[in-house]
């Protein structure tokens, strides 16, 4: 049974794990990545964003948060397990960060991505994302793609 639970102190390092691989096998991990994954509670909790952690049989196995960039919401450092991967817990975290977003009230998500990343787009398309220009200031250096979700 999966189940999604918000951050708590012991899951930190999940938070950092599961991303860094993800990084590591696609691109690299960028000085952004690096100061907002070592240190989620004052990069991401404490200024108003939030972290969620797909638990499956004990196991953390997938993470996903939401960045407060002052304007918009973020959707950030999604990663699901190697071994996990195919089980749809990307789209069950999605569908509950959507879910999220409804009940607080936001008007929108945003997220950066890289073409690249093929399922990852497709899955962002299929739930209703469409794509904006980037600007050329983006905090990620990868980023070449920037998509926005209408709620």
Not at 32 to 37: G, M, N, Q, R
Not at 40 to 48: D, F, H, N, Q, R
Not at 113 to 132: D, M, N, P, W
Request: hydrophobic fraction near 40%; charged fraction near 25%.
């Amino acid at each position: 049974m999966l189940e999604i639970i918000p951050f708590e102190d012991q899951y930190a390092p999940y938070f950092y794990d599961l991303n860094v691989a993800w990084l590591k096998k696609y691109f690299y991990v960028e000085p952004y990545d690096e100061k907002v994954l070592s240190n989620p509670k004052k990069y991401v909790i404490a200024p108003g964003g939030f972290i969620f952690f797909a638990k499956f049989k004990d196991q953390i196995v997938g993470v996903v948060s939401f960045i407060n960039q002052e304007t918009f919401f973020e959707l950030s450092k999604m990663a699901v397990a190697p071994q996990y991967q195919g089980l749809k817990i990307g789209q069950k975290l999605m569908d509950f960060c959507i879910d999220f977003a409804k009940e607080k009230g936001w008007n929108s998500i945003t997220l950066y991505s890289h073409r690249s990343l093929a399922s990852a787009i497709q899955l962002y398309k299929k739930v209703g994302f469409k794509e904006i220009e980037l600007e050329k200031d983006s905090h990620y250096e990868r980023s070449d793609i920037k998509m926005l979700l209408q709620l």
